[in-house]
């Protein structure tokens, strides 16, 4: 049997009819998760750049990432991958392309916000080289009715 971790990852640039599926990758995700519409205006949007990786060429979605564009500044706006299918390199390949992808679009910097209480996503991002380089106070909900400081994490793009 193949390890899961030597399985192909598939990935093809998002298209509008992948919103369902990323609206219900985000909601397994987020506390406040985004509707149908958003995620379809979103990849819509010329501004936009996004990913999604499966594990076969038909296969559905298992992860994907979102950002978006202003000049020279990317913002990743979402980035996430299916609970069954993390801990696999699935997130990995997907920010590895992405990054290319953001280059080509000439963005020059990068940044994204993240929850400082998120270990996951914050391990993760050192990987690659994304830095904290300022924080917001009482910004996420949380389930609990608390709020979540935000951490900006940012890294160039040469
Ligand atoms: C963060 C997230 C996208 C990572 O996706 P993933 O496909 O599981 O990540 P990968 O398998 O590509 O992991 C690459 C590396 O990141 C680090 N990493 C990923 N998840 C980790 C975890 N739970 N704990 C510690 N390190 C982790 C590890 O260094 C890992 O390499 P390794 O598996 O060889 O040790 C995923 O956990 C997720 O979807 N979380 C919910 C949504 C979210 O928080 N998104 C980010 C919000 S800003």
């Given at each position: 049997m193949v390890p899961w971790r030597q399985k192909p990852i598939v990935l093809r640039n998002l298209r509008t009819d992948d919103a369902p599926r990323l609206a219900r990758l985000h909601a397994n995700a987020f506390h406040r998760g985004w509707g149908e519409d958003e995620f379809e205006q979103l990849i819509a949007s010329?501004?936009?750049?996004?990913?999604?990786?499966?594990?076969s060429e038909r296969g559905n979605l298992q992860g994907f990432v979102l950002s978006r564009i202003a000049a020279t500044e990317a913002e990743i706006l979402s980035i996430v991958v299916d609970p069954t299918a993390r801990r696999k390199g699935v997130a990995r390949a997907l920010l590895s392309h992405h990054l290319e992808r953001l280059r080509e679009r000439s963005a020059r910097e990068?940044?994204?916000?993240?929850?400082?209480?998120n270990s996951a996503a914050l391990a993760f991002y050192e990987n690659f080289d994304l830095k904290p380089v300022a924080s917001r106070q009482a910004y996420y909900p949380r389930a609990s009715g608390e709020r979540g400081t935000?951490?900006?994490?940012?890294?160039?793009?040469?």
């Amino acid at each position: 049997m193949v390890p899961w971790r030597q399985k192909p990852i598939v990935l093809r640039n998002l298209r509008t009819d992948d919103a369902p599926r990323l609206a219900r990758l985000h909601a397994n995700a987020f506390h406040r998760g985004w509707g149908e519409d958003e995620f379809e205006q979103l990849i819509a949007s010329a501004s936009s750049v996004g990913e999604g990786a499966a594990f076969s060429e038909r296969g559905n979605l298992q992860g994907f990432v979102l950002s978006r564009i202003a000049a020279t500044e990317a913002e990743i706006l979402s980035i996430v991958v299916d609970p069954t299918a993390r801990r696999k390199g699935v997130a990995r390949a997907l920010l590895s392309h992405h990054l290319e992808r953001l280059r080509e679009r000439s963005a020059r910097e990068l940044f994204l916000e993240v929850d400082e209480g998120n270990s996951a996503a914050l391990a993760f991002y050192e990987n690659f080289d994304l830095k904290p380089v300022a924080s917001r106070q009482a910004y996420y909900p949380r389930a609990s009715g608390e709020r979540g400081t935000a951490l900006i994490l940012r890294r160039a793009l040469d």
